[in-house]
């Protein structure tokens, strides 16, 4: 009787084996349950169906039967391994530690549990530790790449991408058709910059593996790093043929398209990432990006609002957020975006930037000469800093510091013809006009069709009398653009004091048919 129920037992479980083997995993639970049926305390049995159903995902479930098979079998080491697999699957990284210790203190060369238990220390974040454990795998067994590979990754946490490739082709050189150490190597060498090695891994992880999403995925980010987004798109897609809930690939594809202008098809890629995941902050920031370049700014705003909620802590976001409140003329809304961004990273130069613009907007000039003074402090050579610091001591009346910046924006950017003519209104300011003429002609010499530089020289001009010249000057403004109404009204007052009444009065009624008001005071005074 016991040699028919043993037979039986070993026939259900053979045929469990087989059905495991072919991937019928529900039919092979099936057997493992009638050997428990037949034998309640048969720990293997539970050790089987619980092997089973982790191939199933079902990790509680698996928890289940290993439990089980150890309250029958204290010793069961392998039993504890697998538990402490399931219970990471499920994030439980402590207790999986916990089941890794025991299988080792059973078995103190078992070079599973060493990897098992490096890999959850490595999810926690305790690199050091984790690179322990997997010496003292590879110490047990050199030859098990496994543990070669997962050393490189946990090297490649701690940034030391150099060393992780040595683990990876260490791997590869144990099994060369180790798909993943290939694909883990050129992520690896991406992060040395090493783009061509990079690729060539990722080619050779996809010959291996053509079914590998995750390898499409990081050429197509390699791709991205060398802007052919075409090719990167194309790696994309494929993954998504793979794999369609693979939200990474969505995701990336959504940023390439946007770099190729496609900004219509990059918010179809990031609505679909967000529908995946509800909490994918970099695609509601991204999306707000490309929004942004649709003038949605409203909807990028929004955008901007979820993703900092996901993640306050996003300097990047902030900032943006700034940038679409500005364009929405929300100033004092931009201003504290900038001040978030500031906060988070004191370094952020951009921040500074336009938080200084904005409280220039504000009026607040004060504000932004500091704000501009601190992007100089971060980058000495930002010449756009200089003037509008520049511009902004001027507002102050403070013409001589606005004269001292400017010379720094030529000094960095000698063919800038905006700060020439900036400084020359400073030195005008300073009744300094044979120095702003100087500046306002070296404007014109750069850009011949700058009008502003013209009508400039003409007012300086006219300070120092020289009326011709400035009715020269006034006169080559408007020959460049006949639109410009103040042009003609201060043309006339050139004219009028060179004793040319009746051309005076020509200018004037011209820059009031073109919408200049103080022109029809002029008429009113000096044409009845």
Not at 460 to 479: H, S, V
Request: glycine share 6%; charged share 25%; proline share 2%.
């Amino acid at each position: 009787m016991k040699a028919k129920i043993q037979n039986k037992i070993e026939e259900f479980l053979k045929i469990g084996f087989a059905k495991s083997k072919n991937s019928d995993y529900t039919g092979a639970i099936q057997d493992f349950t009638r050997v428990l049926e037949i034998k309640p305390d048969y720990a293997k049995a539970y050790y089987f169906r619980g092997n089973v159903r982790i191939k199933l995902s079902d990790y509680s479930g698996a928890i289940l039967d290993y439990t089980k098979a150890i309250e029958l079998d204290h010793e069961y080491a392998e039993a504890y391994n697998n538990r402490g697999i399931a219970n990471a699957n499920l994030s439980a990284y402590t207790l999986a530690i916990q089941d890794f210790n025991r299988a080792i203190e059973i078995n103190p060369t078992y070079v599973e549990a060493y990897i098992g238990r490096g890999l959850a220390k490595y999810n926690l974040s305790d690199y050091s530790a984790a690179i322990q454990d997997l010496n003292k795998s590879i110490k047990i067994n050199p030859g098990d790449g496994e543990a070669y590979n997962k050393r490189g990754c946990v090297k490649e946490e701690l940034l030391d991408y150099s060393g992780a490739i040595i683990d990876y082709s260490t791997a590869i050189m144990i099994n060369p058709n180790d798909a993943e150490a290939y694909h883990n190597r050129g992520n690896a060498k991406a992060k040395l910059s090493d783009f061509k090695g990079a690729i060539k891994d990722c080619n050779k992880a996809i010959e291996i593996n053509p079914d590998d999403a995750e390898a499409y995925h990081s050429r197509g980010n390699i791709e991205t790093e060398l802007s052919n987004y075409r090719a990167a798109i194309n790696d994309f897609t494929k993954a998504l043929e793979i794999n369609q809930k693979f939200t990474d690939a969505y995701y990336a594809r959504g940023i390439a398209k946007a770099n190729l202008g496609d900004f219509r098809g990059a918010i179809q890629d990031f609505d679909t990432a967000i529908a995946t995941n509800p909490e994918y902050a970099k695609a509601y920031h991204n999306r707000g990006n490309v929004k942004t370049q649709l003038l949605d700014f409203r909807g990028a705003v929004q955008d901007f609002n979820k993703s900092i909620e996901i993640n306050p802590y996003d300097a990047a976001a902030y900032y943006n957020r700034g940038n679409g409140k500005t364009k929405l003329s929300d100033y004092k809304g931009a201003v504290q975006d900038y001040t978030k961004a500031i906060d988070i990273n004191p370094k952020f130069a951009a921040a500074y930037y336009n938080r200084g613009n904005d409280k220039a907007k504000l009026l607040d000039f004060k504000g932004a000469v500091q704000d501009y003074t601190k992007v100089i402090e971060l980058n000495p050579q930002d010449a756009q800093a200089y003037n509008n610091c520049a511009g902004a001591k001027s507002k102050l009346n403070d013409f001589a510091g606005a004269i001292q910046d400017f010379d720094k924006a030529i000094q960095i950017n000698p063919n800038d013809e905006v700060a020439y003519t900036r400084r020359g209104s400073a030195k005008s300011k300073l009744t300094n006009y044979i120095g702003a003429i100087q500046d306002f002609t070296k404007a014109i010499e750069i850009n011949p069709t700058f009008t502003e530089a013209y009508s400039n020289r003409a007012a300086a001009k006219g300070n120092l009398k020289d009326f011709p010249g400035a009715i020269q000057d006034y006169t080559k403004a408007i020959e460049i653009n006949p639109d410009l109404a103040g042009a003609y009204a201060e043309r006339g007052v050139a004219k009028y004091f060179f004793g040319d009444k009746t051309g005076a009065c020509f200018d004037w009624r011209k820059a009031a048919a073109l919408g200049y008001s103080k022109a029809n005071d002029l008429l009113k005074q000096y044409c009845k």
